[in-house]
């Protein structure tokens, strides 16, 4: 029989920018026959704020809080690659100290954000509960960020050449009972979901995307690592201060949507461990290193790329001698990630679609900028 | 055929129930009931932009030095000053601080050399109009004024 018996007409229809499951303001144009997918075109810049221009019209210092507003899921991250990336351009390096809570921060913010991409990918599949149990425990990491920078979600938390704010009393026992209480929920969830059939059922097999796929499009972060390909930036090229400290990549086997979570899980375990080695290791010191106080760094231009949550998020500064920035470039790693959703999405359902936008884990914010 | 009983009986829905059913107790519940019971808010926290004055004699502290507006991302800040003519020193007439457009970074309470803008505690910041974001010297000194809600 042929494939065109009983077939009906292409159809084309909008996915979002107002709908639940696409993570924010992503339009996807669908070409659907019947419930297959035979085709998929994103529509991105619902949320562009021109984030890369106002750096050129801001100091060096008064960027910093904008690159918050990029990934707010993973505020902190940003906020590192950023001070990271000028303070290669002036040729500074931020003390011992501010180093070891610059890790502790950001690897806190990497199990938030991912506790995050756990709560809102279960609810695309419909798995409502964990997004609840999820929301709890990340609370215990936004309190710590509260009391120690004043703010939950765009912290703005590193300033360029070291720290701002010197630790509060009691923020060693504080992060270890943060990490002692998130570290038994983990395990919670896995008992909610790996084993659970409707959960396998809806990801096994579904959105492969294999090592090969993902080197031609640039995929990074815990997707690459799901298809075995053991990429870690904090190994690569260590900063910060990452080679001291003890933790294994996990890597998945067939790079479809199971392994991702599987990958994801293992992260915030290991990230619990980094966590736990640095807070041993605070050492006393100055926390703001040499920095004038109007930042004027020399003619020249600095990348820095570091792990973030989502991939490799990479800074591009480039400094003609003046208080401000000649031009800011970021490469955020959910916007290059996205642009494999085509190839994931091609043959599979509706359903399914929405199980792969989760997987990607993309924030709208960073993708539009 | 221990897989297949582990189907048959659905081992692996009741061990993902069973965590479940284990919060259902009262004592897991973490909801915070707001209004009812405020939140503490940490110390450090980013709110409210307020004026400091000097306690013992209730002039502001503020030295109009600019340094705030400098600072400022935003540029929201704008401070109005006129020189004493008999101290020979600047003095503070206006401050205007636009909270619509503020993000809370806190790059203006760190410029400030003699901590007198300061970003406080206070979080209630709705307000019925645009203008009424516009905070002017007065509204600064005396910080906001939430309806506190009696149950």
């Not at chain 1, 059922?201 to 690459?224: F, H, S, W």
């Not at chain 2, 101290?87 to 760190?110: H, N, Q």
Request: hydrophobic share 35%; net charge negative.
């Amino acid at each position: 029989m042929p494939d065109t018996f009983l077939d009906s007409t292409e159809l084309v229809i909008n996915m979002g920018p107002q709908h639940p499951s696409t993570h924010g303001v992503l339009r996807v144009i669908l070409k659907l026959d019947g419930e297959k997918v035979t085709g998929t075109e994103c529509v991105i810049g619902y949320l562009h704020r021109g984030v890369e221009k106002i750096g050129e019209n801001r100091t060096y210092q008064q960027f910093a809080p904008y690159v918050d507003r990029m990934d707010y899921c993973a505020a902190v991250s940003n906020g590192l690659g950023f001070c990271l990336a000028v303070e290669k351009l002036l040729n500074v390096e931020a003390p011992p100290r501010a180093q070891v809570v610059r890790v502790i921060l950001t690897e806190l913010n990497r199990i938030a954000s991912h506790l995050i991409w756990l709560g809102t990918h279960c609810l695309d599949i419909g798995a409502i509960t964990p997004l609840f149990y999820v929301m709890r425990e990340r609370e215990e990491i936004l309190n710590i960020y509260e009391k120690y920078c004043g703010a939950r979600l765009t912290t703005h938390a590193f300033r360029i050449g070291g720290l701002e704010y010197e630790l509060y009393d009691g923020f060693e026992a504080e992060v270890k009972a943060a990490c002692d209480f998130i570290a038994p929920k983990i395990d919670e969830y896995e008992q909610l979901l790996t084993g659970n059939r409707i959960w396998i059922g809806r990801l096994k097999g579904i959105g492969v995307l294999n090592a090969e796929d993902c080197k031609q499009y640039g995929v990074t972060g815990p997707m690459l690592r799901a298809a075995g390909v053991k990429w870690d930036l904090r190994k690569a090229q260590p900063y910060s201060g990452y080679e001291q400290y003890e933790f294994d990549i996990p890597i998945g086997e067939n790079g479809d949507t199971y392994d991702r979570y599987l990958v994801r899980m293992e992260e915030m375990r290991q990230a619990i461990r980094i966590v736990r080695q640095a807070v041993e290791r605070i050492p006393d010191g100055p926390i703001m290193g040499k920095v004038p106080k109007v930042i004027k760094p020399p003619v020249g231009e600095a990348y820095v790329s570091i792990e973030a949550p989502k991939g490799e998020l990479g800074y591009f500064v480039v400094s003609d001698g003046t208080t401000q920035p000649y031009r800011v470039r970021v490469r955020p790693p959910s916007f290059v990630n996205l642009q494999s959703l085509d190839k994931m999405a091609r043959g599979s359902l509706v359903a399914d679609l929405v199980a792969i936008i989760g997987t990607i884990d993309i924030v709208l914010g960073e993708v539009d900028r | 055929m221990r897989k297949f009983l582990r189907t048959i009986f659905l081992i692996d829905l009741i061990e993902g129930l069973l965590v479940t059913f284990h919060y259902q107790r009262p004592k897991y519940m973490c909801t915070d009931q707001y209004p009812q019971e405020r939140p503490k808010v940490a110390e450090r926290y980013r709110g409210a932009p307020r004026l400091n004055n000097n306690p013992d004699n209730g002039e502001t502290l503020c030295i109009a030095c600019n340094l705030c507006a400098l600072a400022c991302p935003e540029k929201l800040i704008v401070v109005g000053s006129e020189r004493n003519e008999k101290t020979r020193r600047k003095e503070l007439t206006t401050f205007t601080y636009d909270l619509s457009r503020c993000m809370f970074c806190g790059l203006c309470e760190d410029a400030c050399p003699v901590d007198a803008l300061e970003l406080t505690q206070d979080f209630e910041l709705a307000s019925y109009t645009r203008e009424g974001a516009i905070w002017d010297r007065q509204m600064l000194e005396d910080g906001p004024k939430p309806t506190k809600y009696e149950f």
